[in-house]
């Protein structure tokens, strides 16, 4: 089941342009990561964010974390026609559990 | 070094036949993951294994589906009888553990129950 719900669904933007997505959360968590997934392919890890952190940066990304609106974003800035993709927030219970959200599907114009 | 293995990529068979895939995890990786995911959606944990043991499979529907690890290392999944609804792409990945541990996933096996 489903433990994260994001949103939008879907995102289009143009190239150059800011990406954010969203993923909310009923549960507690230990921490949470986000993913890529290109079109057939597996699930890549992009960046974690520990519960006792607000902001982390990597790179073109930005996450954020409020653990009291149990909510996080995604931020990617300057997109690029390769950041095409769906991305997916993991969130991580005890004991090495992970549950994924429902996922945004983002797609870069050039 | 490589990465988490799956085989077959695709697997086309008649809804009631049975079918298997197969995990390769990354070498010293003991947690081992299944998830199912349909078109659009996230994935869904179907089991988890620290080593050889199961740890969660409270989402695995055992009447029809059935995993086994041995020795810990390579894992498989069953499905028998499959059913039109099994149509999805089954996911293994594969971790150290550990609460800030990263997954690492295969390609996948997309599944088609005609």
């Known amino acids: 089941s489903q433990q994260g719900e994001e949103d939008p669904q879907a995102l289009s933007i143009q190239e150059g342009e800011n990406a954010t997505m969203n993923c909310s959360y009923k549960?507690?968590?230990?921490?949470l990561q986000w993913y890529r997934q290109n079109s057939g392919r597996g699930l890549v890890h992009l960046i974690l964010?520990?519960?006792?952190?607000r902001e982390k940066h990597s790179g073109r990304l930005r996450v954020t974390l409020d653990t009291s609106k149990k909510s996080s974003s995604l931020l990617i800035t300057a997109s690029r026609a390769a950041d095409t993709a769906s991305y997916f927030c993991?969130?991580?219970?005890?004991?090495?559990?992970?549950?994924f959200g429902t996922g945004t599907s983002l797609t870069v114009i050039p | 070094e490589a990465g988490v293995v799956q085989s077959p990529r695709y697997k086309i068979i008649e809804k009631k036949q049975p079918v298997a895939f197969w995990c390769n995890p990354i070498?010293?990786?003991?947690?081992l993951y299944w998830y199912l995911q349909n078109l659009g959606q996230g994935p869904e944990l179907l089991i988890r294994?620290?080593?050889?043991?199961?740890?969660?499979d409270s989402q695995l529907p055992k009447d029809r589906f059935s995993a086994e690890r041995l020795k810990g290392v390579d894992s498989t999944l069953k499905i028998q009888p499959a059913e039109l609804g099994d149509s999805a792409v089954y996911l293994c990945?594969?971790?150290?553990?550990?609460?800030?541990?990263?997954?690492?996933f295969g390609e996948g096996s997309r599944l088609t129950v005609l």
């Open positions: 990945a594969s971790s150290l553990g550990g609460l800030t541990g990263e997954l690492f």
């Open positions: 549960t507690s968590i230990n921490n």
């Open positions: 964010i520990r519960s006792n952190e």
């Open positions: 993991a969130l991580i219970l005890t004991g090495n559990q992970f549950y």
């Open positions: 070498s010293g990786h003991n947690t």
């Open positions: 294994y620290e080593n050889e043991e199961a740890v969660d």
